[in-house]
């Protein structure tokens, strides 16, 4: 079964500042997605960014960029001028892919992100 | 704007009650999911579903169980509430073809147990 690590409970950033959030996975399958969530204190759950493990180039949104290492199974999430808004928990997740229908998602147990002004 | 809609925000109901946490989506999409979420636990899957009248267990499905009888509304049914039950519930669609879609989430409900 595949499972999600995200190894820090807990992270702090200044206002302005880059902070790399990290997560790791273990899957056999060569093929899959994988995603960051934020979810802020409203606990509307908000897809940040998107990487397709087929693709070598790391997806980028905006101020949030990752860095997708599939060899070491490495799924880091970058969040450059970090903002007050930014502060929330963040969720790493991954889905296989399936013949005819969708993969549940997997997630990691999350990230809780403070950001200091 | 799509949107997937849980019925209650925040619930409390007593040790023993059945209770339904309904979850409708308006994107007809062929797949949906509850979630449980604890802290320091993350998202773990109860149930889901990926055609009407289907669903498959997920990996916590004891205690619950689900019905989904017309496309767009997915139920999630606790027979006897039990207070380690208490916790948030989130519910989240997909389309069938999946690919690099992102889940949509409910805004989740908050069930306490007592």
């Known amino acids: 079964a595949q499972t999600v690590t995200q190894s820090q409970p807990e992270m702090s950033v200044q206002e302005a500042e880059t902070v790399t959030l990290s997560c790791t996975y273990d899957?056999?399958?060569?093929?899959?997605?994988l995603f960051w969530y934020k979810q802020p204190p409203s606990r509307q759950m908000i897809l940040v960014i998107r990487?397709?493990?087929?693709?070598?180039q790391n997806a980028t949104e905006n101020r949030f960029s990752v860095n997708f290492q599939k060899a070491a199974k490495s799924f880091s999430l970058k969040i450059s001028d970090s903002q007050l808004g930014d502060a929330a928990m963040y969720f790493c997740?991954?889905?296989?892919?399936?013949?005819?229908?969708?993969?549940?998602?997997?997630f990691g147990k999350g990230t809780k992100l403070t950001v200091n002004p | 704007d799509v949107k997937v809609t849980q019925s209650s925000r925040y619930l409390v109901k007593r040790t023993g009650e059945k209770v339904f946490l309904e979850c409708v989506q308006d994107?007809?999409?062929?797949?949906m999911f509850w979630y449980r979420q604890d802290p320091g636990l993350g998202l773990r899957l109860i149930y889901f579903?990926?055609?009407?009248?289907?669903?498959e267990k997920g990996d916590i499905p004891e205690g619950y169980s689900v019905s989904r009888e017309k496309k767009e509304r997915f139920s999630l049914i606790l027979e006897s509430a039990s207070t380690n039950q208490t916790s948030m519930y989130l519910c989240?669609?997909?389309?069938?073809?999946?690919?690099?879609?992102?889940?949509?989430f409910g805004s989740g409900t908050r069930l306490t147990v007592v």
């Open positions: 997740a991954y889905r296989g892919l399936r013949q005819g229908g969708s993969e549940k998602l997997v």
């Open positions: 899957t056999s399958e060569s093929d899959y997605y």
């Open positions: 990487q397709e493990a087929y693709k070598q």
């Open positions: 994107m007809d999409h062929e797949n």
């Open positions: 579903s990926y055609d009407v009248k289907m669903k």
């Open positions: 989240a669609s997909i389309p069938s073809q999946g690919g690099s879609y992102g889940y949509t």
